[in-house]
T-cell receptor, first 111, second 114 residues
Framework: GENVEQHPSTLSVQEGDSAVIKCTYSDSASNYFPWYKQELGKRPQLIIDIRSNVGEKKDQRIAVTLNKTAKHFSLHITETQPEDSAVYFCGANFGNEKLTFGTGTRLTIIP | ETGVTQTPRHLVMGMTNKKSLKCEQHLGHNAMYWYKQSAKKPLELMFVYSLEERVENNSVPSRFSPECPNSSHLFLHLHTLQPEDSALYLC?????????????FGQGTRLTVV
């Protein structure tokens, strides 16, 4: 079935270090992979996305890599800051209409 | 503000009540979604509408009934809910569903079923 698995569920990182969150998806036809950040009490907001025709995308301290063969993609945050603390969700589209999300990663940046 | 507005923000209802959640977007988007967010399943897709037609019903119990009268408005009608239906209900919209596009979320309705 359509499934997105996300690991780890919680992650604590010292400020300034890097954080990596990984996701796998089940449908090889998926072609759109967004990452959302949800701060406490707020709505999820898109931070970066990648399409299946590229392997990597960067936006300042955030990068996403995609391995289509292995059906997994990862979020990389470098030089982490306290404001990076949040829950992060990866997503994948199934049959285009179904944007399905992973179970989330609670990232805590330790000052 | 992302342009997606949900009302009410909080709702407490009994198991025999009937209530409706409302979502409104003025972004010119063609697709709208309902997600359920709970501790057990953080972002669970419920329904998808594209150009006012339901294109996905993700095995949601019939006590949840969506309605999309036009491309700017989406409702979720609730009746005879169970306590386990207590959750944050998030509405989202996107330009379209065909090629994958950013989904803009509303603030959500915090629903408590007593």
């Amino acid at each position: 079935g359509e499934n997105v698995e996300q690991h780890p569920s919680t992650l604590s990182v010292q400020e300034g270090d890097s954080a990596v969150i990984k996701c796998t998806y089940s449908d090889s036809a998926s072609n759109y992979f967004p990452w959302y950040k949800q701060e406490l009490g707020k709505r999820p907001q898109l931070i970066i996305d990648i399409r299946s025709n590229v392997g990597e995308k960067k936006d300042q301290r955030i990068a996403v890599t995609l391995n289509k063969t292995a059906k997994h993609f990862s979020l990389h945050i470098t030089e982490t800051q306290p404001e990076d603390s949040a829950v992060y969700f990866c997503g994948a589209n199934f049959g285009n209409e179904k944007l399905t999300f992973g179970t989330g990663t609670r990232l805590t940046i330790i000052p | 503000e992302t342009g997606v507005t949900q009302t009410p923000r909080h709702l407490v209802m009994g198991m025999t009540n009937k209530k409706s959640l409302k979502c409104e977007q003025h972004l010119g988007h063609n697709a709208m979604y309902w997600y359920k967010q709970s501790a057990k399943k953080p972002l669970e897709l419920m329904f998808v509408y594209s150009l006012e037609e339901r294109v996905e019903n993700n095995s949601v119990p019939s006590r949840f009934s969506p309605e999309c009268p036009n491309s700017s408005h989406l409702f979720l009608h609730l009746h005879t809910l169970q306590p386990e239906d207590s959750a944050l209900y998030l509405c989202a919209s996107s330009q379209d569903t065909r090629t994958g596009a950013e989904a803009f979320f509303g603030q959500g309705t915090r629903l408590t079923v007593v």
